[in-house]
């Protein structure tokens, strides 16, 4: 009351406001006028940001917590009603006529597609101190996971330009959702390195805004620990990617544009865009509103599984069950062994990775309809089984895979299965944790990500014709993994596989301990026999053929242990450094033809 003369009659109404949400206790230990007025200011800056930037503001957040709270004291099921079932989606094989149809469908709509990357995650399972986008994707080149996505965007933007009847060269938009915990890095690694080639008016950063603690089960907003004028505030998770889309009016400026489609995707995963054209190609041709590539899924494996939930009522959907409530939902629906593999060693429920293609019209008719918001849950840490205090504050999250379930039962949601060795290696886990998961689950650590992606282009180059070696098993800081030829090409060498068969050709063999790495978009390998490192760099205008017997002393894995703090954070939580021993590097650097 006594600083109330303090306040503009805005800041009147959000006091108000407060007070009838039962947030009272945020005033009591506030000074006499005069003492610590900054602070009170800033207080409601606090309060006029988070009431902006939740769907309904605040008092729709006091009122959801509520609500969620009392559901999940009562132990209420959020399946309750719903039996799960094994969905049917459209399973890609790579390389088969199939694909090579859906790839092409693909590659022709991508110019009508806008990307968006979730990247607010600190990442705190894989405990690495910088921003995750920044981690090399694989150490023979070093080429971090931004840069990567980004030359990845640019070779389908080259490729689907290509194809398009009209001859206009269309630039395919990509938004970067970030949080406090990563925007100014994000921002700087893109300036520092003039965006990886895109240009910069098609990058749009969105900040993310973290959302207010929950101290009881009344939803009273909880205090700073450090500043008494503060709310403490957590992560709300990546579903707030819809409601920020929105807000910003960036889909009402792609739909004008004349785009169709937004592809989301996720932070660390190296080989998502081997499977990108074709999973496009499924949403065109199915005419899918909603689209979610899956892989196939190990039981426990922390990713969700896509199911088909059915009401009791007829309702019926399909959707992502998150990892730790598969489990549960299984054991309470008649599959008394819960989350097991069946007899193929896998889970029945394909795996969701996170990649969701929505056609943009339909996507935005709802977000209209809902501003965005997504269904919440919350996830308290109770003290004891009264379930009346919590060891720590909570708050309500919301996953972005969650977008379906607000839609009407005619929507056409599906979802695509790709072979994991494609499409999946995600970066999560820090190599303690990675060591200890069950043998034949995969690691998700730095290792097994680059190893992934040596495996899947090696594999991919088999399949368009060249001899590849076996790879050998070694372990490094605790995990064994397969160590393939450590084979990497740009993007723009070859993105769809109709256009990397096209690229080798004649009888082309490379050995388990060679690197190779292509650097250049007309690089064409004719009766090439490996045996060691080669590098080979060109401008796009000069074309040159790659043949003959190269053999050197090539480039070496060395083991480097996780703990050995001398080593930079990058490498050693790998567990291995590559040493650059002996190379064949040529680079071509005029228009022309050329053969090595
Ligand atoms: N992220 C944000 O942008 N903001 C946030 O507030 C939080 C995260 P995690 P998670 O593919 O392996 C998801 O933490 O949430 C970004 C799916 O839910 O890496 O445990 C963050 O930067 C799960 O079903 O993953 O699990 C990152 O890019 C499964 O698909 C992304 O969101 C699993 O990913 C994911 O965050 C998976």
């Avoid at 499977?275 to 039981?299: C, D, E, Y």
């Avoid at 943009?360 to 965005?372: A, F, M, Q, R, V």
């Avoid at 080979?536 to 190269?550: F, H, L």
Wanted: aromatic content about 8%.
């Amino acid at each position: 009351q006594k600083n109330l003369q303090l306040l503009s009659p805005d800041q009147v109404e959000l006091a108000k406001m407060l007070v009838d949400m039962g947030q009272n206790h945020l005033f009591y230990h506030w000074a006499d006028p005069g003492v610590e007025d900054e602070d009170k200011k800033a207080f409601f800056a606090q309060v006029v940001k988070l009431d902006q930037n939740y769907p309904g503001g605040l008092v729709s957040y006091i009122r959801n917590a509520r609500e969620l709270l009392a559901d999940s004291k009562a132990g209420k099921n959020p399946f309750d009603g719903f039996t799960p079932s094994v969905p049917t989606g459209e399973v890609l094989t790579h390389g088969d006529d199939s694909f090579l149809n859906f790839e092409e469908e693909g590659i022709k709509e991508a110019r009508r597609a806008a990307f968006v990357l979730v990247a607010g995650g600190l990442g705190e399972r894989l405990g690495y101190n910088g921003i995750k986008v920044a981690l090399p994707a694989e150490t023979t080149t070093g080429t971090c996971f931004l840069q990567h996505y980004i030359e990845c965007i640019l070779a389908l933007q080259e490729a689907s330009n290509k194809m398009a009847k009209d001859g206009c060269q269309r630039e395919i938009p990509f938004a970067i959702m970030t949080s406090d915990d990563t925007h100014t890095r994000t921002l700087q690694l893109l300036e520092s390195n003039n965006y990886f080639g895109i240009k910069p008016s098609q990058v749009t950063l969105l900040k993310q805004e973290k959302v207010a603690c929950l101290d009881d089960n009344d939803a009273r907003l909880a205090q700073d620990p450090h500043n008494k004028y503060r709310i403490q505030t957590k992560p709300h998770g990546h579903g707030d990617v819809h409601s920020l889309l929105y807000s910003s009016g960036i889909l009402n400026v792609w739909h004008s544009a004349g785009l169709k489609w937004i592809l989301f995707f996720q932070d660390t995963n190296g080989l998502l865009f081997n499977a990108i054209p074709a999973s496009l190609g499924v949403s065109s041709t199915r005419q899918f509103h909603v689209n979610s590539l899956a892989v196939p899924r190990k039981a426990k494996e922390a990713i969700g599984g896509i199911t088909r939930l059915t009401h009791a009522d007829g309702r019926s959907m399909v959707i992502n069950v998150e990892y730790n409530q598969l489990d549960p939902l299984l054991r309470a629906s008649g599959y008394p062994d819960g989350d097991a593999n069946c007899e193929t060693g896998y889970s029945p429920f394909p795996g969701n990775i996170n990649q969701l293609i929505l056609e943009l019209g339909p996507y935005i008719d709802e977000l209209k309809k809902t501003g965005g918001a997504i269904k919440e849950f919350v996830n308290p840490k109770y003290k004891d089984a009264s379930k009346t205090s919590f060891k720590s504050s909570t708050r309500l999250e919301c996953m972005m895979q969650d977008y379906p379930k607000t839609l009407p039962p005619n929507a056409r949601v599906g979802f695509t299965v790709a072979d994991t060795w494609l499409a999946y290696a995600p970066v999560k886990n820090n190599p303690e944790d990675a060591a200890k998961v069950p043998k034949g689950n995969p690691y998700h650590s730095a290792t097994s990500g680059e190893m992934a992606i040596y495996r899947a282009n090696s594999l991919i180059l088999r399949k368009a014709g060249a001899k590849i070696d076996d790879p050998v098993a070694q372990v490094f800081n605790g995990q064994e993994v397969e160590v393939w030829p450590q084979i990497v090409w740009k993007p723009k060498w070859g993105l769809a596989f109709s256009e990397i068969k096209k690229k080798v050709r004649g009888n082309c063999s490379i050995s388990q301990r060679s690197t190779i790495v292509i650097n250049g978009r007309n690089i064409f390998f004719e009766g090439l026999s490996l045996d060691g490192a080669l590098l080979v760099n060109s401008v796009d205008e000069a074309e040159v053929k790659v043949g003959g017997s190269v053999q050197n002393k090539g480039w070496v894995m060395e083991n480097v242990d996780y703990k050995d703090t001398s080593v930079p954070e990058e490498i050693r939580t790998r567990g291995f450094r590559i040493s650059k021993v002996e190379q064949l590097e040529r680079t071509f650097k005029e228009p022309g033809k050329f053969s090595l």
